[in-house]
């Protein structure tokens, strides 16, 4: 199957800074999605993102498919922003299922 | 509109003990997931259902596990004898369609002692 790599591991920020996280897959992808998984477990969907950019309030994100990588940019940071950020990517040779990787470790302080 | 649902939120058991997990998809949603995250890392795919059909079951350990989706609704999953290493939170989830955006739910913490 697909390998995604994340990077950083693990993020402190000061509330209000400007971050960038980055998703290295492994092979040719139509189904690239970014998740938060909150302190308390809860994973939900950021982005569908298989390429382009796209932008949701202070979160956006932009996939170059040709060079296999996706990044996830946080602005002006908040302490919700806490977390785990999970970027997942598929095609049809992995049976569309989709693969995660290891993930980003936010933490956000006041 | 309603989440996924998931049952129990918690559960310890002794190894060699059998558990089950229940899972209620979001009304309309033909696929559904169930996934292993272990403390640590990302979630990885056990099974996945369109309607009740399995589509993937290739990362399932067929040996303990097994898992059934009724009239392509709930679904149940199951361990059976747990390993100390199947300690893990699973979860849940559906979506629209085949490769769509899955929608999680809170997911179930396991411990095997």
């Known amino acids: 199957g697909i390998q995604v790599e994340q990077s950083p591991p693990d993020l402190i920020l000061q509330e209000g800074a400007n971050s960038t996280l980055r998703c290295n897959f492994s092979?040719?992808?139509?189904?690239l999605q970014w998740f938060h998984q909150n302190p308390w477990g809860q994973l939900i969907n950021l982005f569908y993102?298989?390429?382009g950019t796209k932008q949701n309030g202070r979160l956006s994100a932009t996939t170059v498919a040709t060079e296999r990588y996706s990044l996830l940019y946080i602005s002006s940071s908040q302490t919700t922003d806490s977390g785990v950020y999970f970027c997942?990517?598929?095609?049809?040779?992995?049976?569309?299922?989709?693969?995660f990787g290891k993930g980003t470790s936010l933490l956000v302080t006041p | 509109e309603a989440g996924v649902a998931q049952s129990p939120r918690y559960k310890i058991i002794e190894k060699r003990q059998s558990v089950a997990f229940w899972c209620n998809p979001i009304?309309?949603?033909?696929?559904l997931y169930w996934y292993q995250q272990i403390l640590g890392q990302g979630p990885k795919l056990l099974i996945q259902f369109q309607n009740n059909g399995v589509v993937d079951d290739s990362q399932l350990p067929k040996d303990r596990f097994s898992a059934e989706r009724l009239k392509g609704v709930d679904s149940t999953l199951k361990i059976q004898p747990a390993k100390l290493e199947d300690s893990a939170v699973y979860l849940c989830?559906?979506?629209?369609?085949?490769?769509?955006?899955?929608?999680f739910g809170p997911g179930t913490r396991l411990t095997v002692l």
């Open positions: 092979d040719s992808v139509n189904n």
């Open positions: 989830a559906s979506s629209l369609g085949y490769a769509g955006i899955p929608f």
């Open positions: 997942a990517a598929s095609n049809s040779n992995s049976g569309y299922a989709l693969n």
């Open positions: 009304s309309g949603h033909a696929t």
């Open positions: 993102i298989p390429s």
